[in-house]
């Protein structure tokens, strides 16, 4: 089923199909909530807040089609949320430390899992300490889940030209450290 029909059923309280629309993005739900949570426990709290909201305010969606940035906008939001409470710094060091003890743990189900068992991401994140956290915020959002620039604007509430202006220097900064070309336009 289209999602405009999903969201307008939803919108009218259908919860099946409020429920097929975020089984449709799990995947990218999970790994947005893990990249700012920095693990798999937090990442699905955020989610089962995100899917709370989402329930309670789906009524006040006014765009069907701005579903999907809108529902991220929300768990992005709830993300921040918990680790204002928890008052929880996502450290990099942490959030590897974690990763292994994670991997000792469940080495079997880990090995399965694309989101952390990757040791380019693992590169990716030692490279990003480098750069200030919008401007991670902004990179991670484009690059690890290859969202456009409006959709970043939206969920962290600054202008576009504010997300092109994070991911160019940003990337700059990251190319004048290791390197390599920085093809992103301004």
Request: hydrophobic residues 35%.
């Amino acid at each position: 089923m289209e999602v405009l029909q999903l969201v307008k059923k939803a919108k009218r309280g259908n919860k099946e199909a409020l429920l097929q629309l975020i089984i449709d993005e799990k995947d990218d739900y999970y790994k947005l909530a893990f990249t700012y949570m920095g693990n798999k426990h937090d990442a699905m709290d955020a989610m089962e807040e995100m899917i709370l909201s989402l329930y309670e305010k789906i009524h006040q969606l006014k765009k069907e089609e701005a579903f999907q940035s809108w529902s991220k906008t929300i768990l992005v939001n709830s993300c921040k949320t918990m680790l204002r409470k928890r008052k929880k710094l996502v450290l990099i060091d942490d959030w590897n430390n974690q990763i292994e003890k994670e991997h000792n743990q469940h080495n079997d189900a880990l090995a399965s899992d694309p989101y952390i068992n990757s040791e380019r991401q693992m590169d990716i994140q030692q490279l990003l300490l480098h750069v200030n956290q919008y401007q991670k915020e902004a990179i991670q959002l484009k690059y690890f889940h290859d969202m456009d620039y409006q959709t970043i604007a939206d969920i962290t509430n600054v202008s576009i030209g504010t997300v092109k202006s994070r991911i160019f220097q940003g990337l700059k900064k990251l190319k004048d450290q290791y390197g390599g070309d920085s093809d992103e336009k301004h």
